[in-house]
């Protein structure tokens, strides 16, 4: 069964950092790019960042760029989000997905980050 | 503002039809195919539809998507209640290089 389980959420305050895990099993990991999606409170999914197999190319969307870094880990079949200067509007459900033939096909259930003084 | 444009709700009664839009541009549906994921609050999103429309294996067939030109649709047949659910299309844009998703259609079964 494919299982992708994220954590590392948490409150913070506004400028502190935080690390986002995501643990994959059931499928071999070193064969998909990953992706972090993220929801904010009443609001829709909007696309973070992404990483390909090996690490080579990797994606952000504008309003994190120079804040968050992804990264992976193929021997631990996990993939970060390296979160920095965390703003109040990064309040949010983190999720991680996989790619598979252009879409995120599976989904982890998410983990909570709160940017709050 | 999402840069793909979805309605923002829909609604049909049992066993009707109804229709989910997505527009887009050239940059994105334009050029790249289009997937579409269902949510319910608090569960992980779900795959219904990739490569404009594709069904993942175990996706009923009542689910069906299409693209034409910048936009793209999701049709559900046979609607039942348990498909009330928040919709959303995504594809990749060449422009800003990265995913895109639209802001979302809450259906409603009535």
């Known amino acids: 069964e494919v299982q992708l389980v994220e954590s590392g959420g948490d409150l913070v305050q506004p400028g502190r950092s935080l690390r986002l895990s995501c643990a994959a099993s059931?499928?071999?990991?070193?064969?998909?790019?990953m992706h972090w999606v993220r929801q904010a409170p009443g609001k829709g999914l909007e696309w973070v960042s992404g990483?390909?197999?090996?690490?080579?190319?990797?994606g952000y969307a504008d309003f994190v760029k120079g804040r968050f870094t992804i990264s992976r880990d193929n021997a631990k079949n996990s993939l970060y989000l390296q979160m920095n200067n965390l703003r109040s509007d990064d309040t949010a459900f983190y999720f991680c997905?996989?790619?598979?033939?252009?879409?995120?096909?599976?989904w982890g259930q998410g983990t909570l980050v709160t940017v709050s003084p | 503002q999402s840069v793909l444009t979805q309605p923002p709700s829909a609604s049909g009664t049992p066993g009707q039809r109804v229709t989910i839009s997505c527009s887009g541009s050239?940059?994105?549906?334009?050029?790249?195919?289009v997937s579409w994921y269902q949510h319910l609050p608090g569960a992980a999103p779900k795959l219904l539809i990739h490569?404009?429309?594709q069904r993942p294996s175990g996706v009923p067939d009542r689910f069906t998507g299409s693209k034409s030109g910048t936009a793209g649709s999701l049709a559900i047949s046979g609607l039942q209640s348990v498909d009330e659910a928040n919709y959303y299309c995504?594809?990749?844009?060449?422009?800003?290089?990265?995913?895109?998703f639209g802001g979302g259609t809450k259906l409603t079964v009535l």
């Open positions: 490569t404009n429309n």
């Open positions: 997905a996989s790619l598979w033939a252009g879409a995120l096909y599976y």
């Open positions: 050239r940059s994105n549906i334009g050029s790249n195919s």
């Open positions: 059931g499928f071999k990991f070193d064969d998909f790019a």
């Open positions: 995504a594809s990749w844009d060449d422009s800003l290089g990265g995913l895109v």
């Open positions: 990483i390909n197999w090996n690490s080579g190319r990797i």
